[in-house]
């Protein structure tokens, strides 16, 4: 028979004190005695009493846990933002309770439900590559739960606060590395065009390659909807059959630009010497690849840490009524063979 869960009512039967005695001892309360606190804590520790979490948050109306849902948990760059998460969240007092939305609509809108049925006090979130429609957030809002966007933000009336890396900027300074490294006609394999991340970095590309006067041509932009290894093989594929080849492409992730170098290698090619290859966001396997690929590298744990940090700080806010901000990160370029031109 299962043993039932020693409460504070049994810890002062025990010792034969008041039940508000034994909360505050537990509590470290400076009206209790330290001996009266040394009995309580050595009898709940004998006795492997645990607090009734569901009761606390039921007399604070707080549960102290915060939601997060990603789009892949086992993607490089969210993995390290969840380690920037819970470092922030646990020094605070806070447990994470994390979804993966799988790149999935609708089961990012059943894990927000999910989340919210366990009364997280406010949610973290980057949507899936699916989404287009935001109710489901602004159904958090109407319940005034407090709602942090990172790396993926809506561009729509949810206001909220959001954490993101200047992916515009970043762009642009990938086609003006790649013109240093002398490689003058450059192609991007652009991302999903309903996330304003891939929209910034394919309107960044557009303002280098203006900047610099380099040719251009409508066909030098593929688009790679799912963004993965298959559809960077594929573009790049389409990329070769063009009259005036490319010599550099810059992919909107690095997945995406491995597909691309299999492609060129597959075409006989070599890397860079035919064709550059630029990725976006720095995997573990940039450095793996052969040549290694040159890549900007995405601050996953600095923009975890500051995810968590604003919303804390909005979910202790009280009464004040903190207004939205837009926090934006820098990136670094992590130049490795992929770029490098023996011809300047």
């Not at 009898?43 to 607090?51: R, T």
């Not at 009734?52 to 109306?61: F, V």
């Not at 993995?79 to 609509?105: H, L, R, W």
Request: a negative charge; hydrophobic letters at 40%.
């Amino acid at each position: 028979m299962k043993q039932s869960a020693v409460t504070i009512k049994d810890l002062a039967k025990e010792l034969g004190i008041s039940p508000s005695t034994v909360s505050r001892a537990l509590k470290d309360h400076p009206d209790i005695s330290p001996e009266t606190k040394r009995l309580v804590n050595a009898l709940a520790e004998k006795l492997d009493y645990e607090p009734n979490t569901i009761a606390m948050s039921l007399r604070s109306k707080r549960t102290n846990t915060i939601g997060v849902i990603i789009p892949e948990i086992v993607h490089f760059f969210f993995s390290t933002v969840i380690s920037g998460i819970e470092e922030v969240a646990y020094k605070k007092g806070y447990t994470v309770m994390f979804c993966q939305s799988n790149e999935d609509y609708e089961k990012e809108v059943i894990d927000t439900k999910a989340l919210l049925a366990h009364r997280v006090d406010g949610l973290l979130i980057s949507y899936s590559k699916e989404t287009t429609n935001f109710d489901h957030f602004r159904e958090i809002q109407r319940k005034n739960i407090p709602l942090v966007f990172f790396d993926r933000v809506p561009t729509d009336e949810l206001h909220c606060s959001t954490i993101t890396i200047n992916d515009f900027e970043s762009a642009e300074s990938a086609v003006d590395h790649l013109v240093i490294e002398n490689h003058l006609r450059i192609a991007h394999l652009a991302g999903p065009q309903n996330l304003n991340i891939s929209k910034q970095r394919l309107a960044g590309y557009k303002r280098g390659i203006e900047k610099h006067k380099l040719y251009f041509e409508e066909g030098y932009v593929q688009y790679c909807g799912k963004g993965d290894f298959e559809e960077g093989y594929r573009c790049t594929n389409e990329l070769l059959k063009l009259s005036e080849r490319p010599n550099a492409i810059f992919a909107n992730n690095d997945v995406a630009a491995y597909g691309a170098m299999k492609a060129i290698k597959d075409a006989g090619l070599k890397i860079p010497e035919d064709i550059a290859i630029m990725g976006f966001s720095n995997w573990q396997f940039a450095s793996l690849t052969e040549p290694q690929l040159t890549s900007i590298a995405q601050p996953g744990i600095e923009m975890g840490k500051a995810a968590a940090r604003r919303l804390i700080l909005e979910l202790e806010a009280k009464d004040e009524d903190l207004p939205p901000v837009d926090q934006v990160l820098k990136t670094d370029i992590i130049v490795r063979g992929s770029t490098l031109s023996t011809q300047k």
